[in-house]
């Protein structure tokens, strides 16, 4: 299908075509038009226009005005204060383009085929650990970048960079070594096993293994030797490193499939996955000259980077004991991503208090060549959860809230929310009531996140978030539901677009609001803001809200084209709530 051109488009290729007809001294000339609550459009344009001609600028505007005469797309135009354009545009012109959008599958996205590669790196837990409440905004911003960007053209390849190397594992292994049953699965080697079980095997082992190493000089010296022999790839404790790998997969996993999100294996590449890369990434380093020895430490300083001593903080890329940092691998997955993944844009959705390392470790990509012009590095980063009380989220007792409590807590909350709005003329079964519970629980977590700026601090607050009030997800599905109830409840009368009436002004509003959603999703994916896409929809759902108050839509007392082209603007909103909540990684049930 072709592109389906906006009305912001149209009405700015009209004036820009008549003040180039009325003014051909000023060339091709930006109308600078923008949206206005004080008509459709507002044009502001004519004052910098007059400056370089030297003119006035009313005068300007009503020759403009005058050389856009009738037109189907134009309204109304009136020339305001030192020269602003003030547009209406003809009822017409907005039922005809969202007729074009809703024929179009996309709702008239256009889809930029070849548009470029980019490697997303979020949700990243670590390996024999349980995930907590701040592995939550990693994990739910970075899948909406991916369906964000995958919709609008971009190949996305995605990378889950887990934490599954480094000295713990020595401790760890050791432990193993030495009680060989503790990761043992009630029903033999092969039984399955659930998430939470995974869990506790997990926590129970590490902090066994934790307790005995502060404890006990000569283990923690055994498990120092063992770090050794992993980092040399000895055969029996990479099989048992393996065994925490995969127990800790099924942990993840089912986490992360109770946020609704899909998360494939191949795309599970941790710390492990650069080892080979690592002493030719120092190697590269240091021959080029962008990091020096320092103290027997290979390091790349910067000038902007110093301590409260005043001297330079540098990046360590490898210690002076011959051991690699974390900005080894990560300038080793930056070389893989780049030279073998053909990436030209990396995107880390990783937590605002990284951004200094994650800044140097850009900076010496780009001074090795790594990212140049062409292909470069962004980090998305974000701000931390808070408690209702705006400290950290923690438990009572003082510790990190775990993840899947958390989950568990907001789908107990959202059921509840359903049972009791549950009445004859609805009817849910109990299956229904219970699958609703958890769209909505899982939604109402992702959208308090989405609907925040990604860089601030939100406060957790699941009343605020399950409730059918203000900016919530549940307001959102309550909308979309409302509408598949509306659409129910017509019978035989179908939607369909009648460009020949006048609409009413929550018509009009709603309707505009329809034909930017094009724009705003291509806002958010070229900036990495997805709540630009959940205010987005906040809107488009309050204005429906207005719409419904304001316009009988099933009534036998409007004309059977009336209530047509209200069913019209009543599906289309359905169906642009469904594709940007989806976009978000929400779910919209049919009947709630």
């Known amino acids: 299908m072709a592109s389906v051109t906006s009305l912001a488009a149209t009405v700015h290729q009209r004036v820009a075509d008549a003040l180039?007809?009325?003014?051909?001294?000023?060339?091709?000339?930006?109308?600078?038009?923008?949206?206005?609550?004080?008509?459709?459009?507002?044009?502001?344009?004519?004052?910098?226009?007059?400056k370089k001609l030297k003119g006035n600028p009313r005068e300007l505007a009503t020759k403009v005005v005058d050389a856009i005469g009738e037109n189907d797309v134009l309204k109304e135009i009136e020339v305001s204060g030192p020269g602003f354009l003030n547009i209406t545009v003809a009822d017409?012109?907005?039922?005809?383009?969202?007729?074009?959008r809703a024929a179009d599958a996309r709702l008239g996205v256009p889809h930029s085929e070849g548009a470029g590669t980019t490697v997303i790196d979020y949700a990243q837990p670590n390996v024999a650990k349980e995930m907590h409440v701040g592995h939550l905004r990693s994990a739910v911003i970075g899948a909406a970048m991916v369906e964000i960007l995958e919709f609008t053209g971009e190949k996305v390849i995605r990378r889950h960079h887990i934490g599954d190397w480094g000295t713990q594992f020595g401790m760890l292994i050791q432990y193993l070594t030495e009680h060989p049953h503790e990761l043992d699965h009630k029903g033999g080697e092969s039984a399955e096993i659930s998430g939470e079980e995974a869990a506790s095997n997990l926590n129970r082992l590490y902090k066994a293994s934790r307790a005995l190493f502060d404890s006990d000089e000569e283990f923690k010296e055994r498990a120092r030797r063992r770090v050794v022999e992993l980092q040399a790839?000895?055969?029996?404790?990479?099989?048992?490193?393996?065994?925490?790998v995969d127990e800790s997969k099924i942990y993840f996993y089912s986490v992360f499939n109770k946020l609704d999100m899909d998360i494939r294996d191949p795309d599970v590449v941790g710390e492990s996955g650069y080892n080979d890369m690592l002493?030719?990434?120092?190697?590269?380093?240091?021959?080029?000259?962008?990091?020096?020895?320092?103290?027997?430490?290979?390091?790349?300083?910067?000038e902007d980077v110093k301590g409260p001593d005043g001297n330079p903080v540098p990046l360590i890329v490898q210690k002076s004991d011959g051991g690699y940092g974390y900005a080894a691998t990560d300038l080793s997955a930056i070389r893989d991503r780049v030279q073998n993944l053909g990436?030209?844009?990396?995107l880390y959705v990783v937590d605002v208090r990284q951004s200094l390392h994650f800044k140097m470790v850009f900076e010496t990509a780009r001074r090795a060549g790594w990212l140049n012009d062409k292909t470069h590095a962004v980090q998305l980063a974000f701000g931390t959860v808070l408690g209702k009380d705006g400290k950290p989220f923690k438990t009572r007792a003082g510790e990190t809230v775990r993840l899947v409590d958390l989950l568990d807590e907001?789908?107990?909350?959202?059921?509840?929310?359903?049972?009791?709005?549950?009445n004859e003329k609805i009817a849910l079964t109990e299956e229904e009531i219970l699958e609703n519970g958890v769209q909505i629980g899982i939604g109402a977590v992702k959208y308090a996140d989405l609907s925040t700026s990604a860089s601030r601090?939100?406060?957790?607050?699941?009343?605020?978030?399950?409730?059918?009030?203000?900016?919530?997800?549940?307001?959102?599905?309550?909308?979309?539901?409302?509408?598949?109830?509306?659409?129910?409840?017509?019978g035989e009368v179908r939607p369909s677009a009648h460009p020949e009436l006048e609409l009413a002004p929550a018509e009009r509003a709603l309707g505009l609001r329809l034909d930017q959603f094009a724009e705003t999703l291509a806002?958010?994916?070229?900036?990495?803001?997805?709540?630009?896409?959940?205010?987005?929809?906040?809107?488009?759902?309050?204005?429906?809200?207005?719409?419904?108050?304001?316009?009988?839509?099933?009534?036998?007392?409007?004309?059977?084209?009336?209530?047509?082209?209200?069913?019209?603007?009543?599906?289309?909103?359905?169906?642009?709530?469904?594709?940007?909540?989806?976009?978000?990684g929400i779910r919209t049930p049919e009947r709630l």
């Open 20 to 50: 180039s007809a009325a003014l051909p001294e000023a060339g091709s000339a930006d109308p600078l038009l923008r949206r206005s609550d004080r008509a459709d459009f507002q044009a502001n344009g004519m004052l910098a226009l007059a």
């Open 92 to 100: 017409e012109a907005i039922i005809k383009t969202l007729a074009e």
């Open 343 to 346: 990436a030209e844009t990396l």
């Open 410 to 422: 907001a789908i107990e909350r959202a059921t509840t929310v359903v049972r009791e709005k549950n």
């Open 523 to 584: 806002e958010a994916a070229q900036s990495y803001e997805p709540h630009k896409l959940a205010a987005y929809l906040y809107g488009l759902a309050s204005l429906f809200t207005t719409f419904y108050d304001q316009c009988q839509v099933v009534s036998e007392d409007n004309p059977v084209e009336v209530v047509e082209n209200r069913l019209f603007l009543c599906d289309l909103t359905a169906r642009t709530l469904h594709q940007g909540m989806a976009l978000l």
């Open 457 to 490: 601090d939100y406060k957790f607050d699941l009343d605020q978030m399950v409730s059918l009030n203000g900016d919530t997800s549940v307001y959102l599905q309550y909308a979309y539901a409302r509408i598949r109830s509306i659409i129910r409840r017509a």
């Open 279 to 302: 002493a030719e990434t120092c190697r590269l380093l240091e021959e080029s000259g962008v990091a020096v020895r320092s103290e027997g430490a290979l390091c790349v300083f910067f």
């Open 233 to 244: 790839g000895d055969e029996e404790t990479l099989a048992l490193w393996q065994r925490f």
